[in-house]
């Protein structure tokens, strides 16, 4: 199948990185979300990353950003998805906003789109119950920021298909990204290693063991990793850690993914990480550490 329509469910951070990296390469991209204001900073970033990441990356831009935005549309209505052939859904990591969604999907998209689902945790098969489509739903677990990372954690529910399997990762293929098979299990394979790792570097926080910086340059120093686990919670978002980890505690019931009470004290208290500015670390309008965040 000549796959040219790419679906794009959820215009937060992941859905801009995922956009971006379809339409970069040529997709057509439709772009979806309940928020009109998520679908206008969609816009925006869209545009700032197009010329920024090949600052970082020491490469000419691909293409103009005004040719990458004119493959996107915005919308706020799943009917936008119509003549979609592939999408990914990458709305906030909860049960219920996921239940809300999949049957629309299932009942909008044509009957040979897959349905891929971004999520961080969620089971896969338990998503693909919701559709009449099961072997068209699958995992596709993107890094953040997705236009930058070279490598996709893609889930075979359990009636995801062969065919299924191999064309998500001829699509992957075609943006770019190599792609690794894992077997359905709440927060796969990287979630699973690395919500455990950045809760407990919260909970050394909380108990005073040490500071926000150097946690993370132990593990920068010391293991040569690039960042440590909490500006990576910053950059994932503490509000999607702490749903990841709601969302482990419930599936396993192992009382070893409790969320420390700080991390729901800083997400109640609105610190949402590099999103919004200030997690813990503040950010600057580029998405760069100012300082570690003060409370108050
Ligand atoms: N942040 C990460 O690093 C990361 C990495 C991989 C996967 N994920 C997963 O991707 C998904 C999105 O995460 P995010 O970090 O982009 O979250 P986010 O909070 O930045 O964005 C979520 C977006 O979903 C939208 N939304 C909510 N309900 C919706 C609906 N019914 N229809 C359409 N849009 C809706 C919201 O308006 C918001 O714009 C989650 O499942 C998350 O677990 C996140």
Not at 167 to 183: M, N, P, W, Y
Not at 250 to 258: L, M, S
């Amino acid at each position: 199948m000549d796959i040219r329509n790419i679906g794009v469910v959820g215009a937060g951070t992941m859905g801009i990185g995922v956009s971006h990296a379809f339409a970069e390469a040529g997709f057509t991209v439709a772009l979806v979300d309940i928020d009109e204001r998520a679908l206008e900073r969609a816009k925006t970033e869209i545009e700032r990353n197009v010329r920024f990441y090949p600052l970082l990356r020491k490469e000419a831009p691909a293409r103009p950003a005004s040719d990458v935005l004119q493959n996107i549309s915005f919308s706020t209505g799943l009917a936008a998805l119509g003549n979609a052939q592939f999408v990914v859904e990458n709305a906030t990591e909860n049960w219920g906003v996921k239940q809300g969604i999949f049957p629309g999907l299932d009942e909008v998209c044509p009957e040979e789109c897959v349905l891929a689902v971004n999520t961080s945790a969620i089971p896969i098969t338990k998503v693909a119950a919701l559709t009449g489509r099961p072997d068209r739903v699958i995992g596709t677990h993107f890094m953040n920021p997705a236009p930058l990372k070279p490598l996709v954690e893609v889930i075979r529910g359990y009636h995801t298909s062969a065919d299924t399997v191999r064309l998500t990762q001829d699509i992957l293929a075609g943006i770019g990204k190599e792609s690794i098979v894992v077997e359905d299990s709440p927060g796969f394979v990287t979630n699973r290693v690395l919500m455990l790792t950045i809760n407990e570097a919260i909970f050394l926080l909380h108990e005073g063991v040490s500071s926000v910086r150097d946690i993370d340059r132990l593990f920068k120093k010391c293991f040569g990793h690039t960042m440590g686990p909490l500006e990576t919670a910053d950059l994932i978002g503490l509000d999607t850690i702490l749903y990841s980890l709601e969302v482990l505690l419930e599936n396993f019931d192992d009382p070893k993914y409790r969320p420390c009470v700080l991390l729901k004290q800083l997400v109640d208290a609105g610190l949402h990480g590099r999103k919004n500015g200030k997690g813990f670390y503040t950010y600057d309008e580029r998405g760069q550490i100012r300082e570690e965040a003060d409370r108050g």
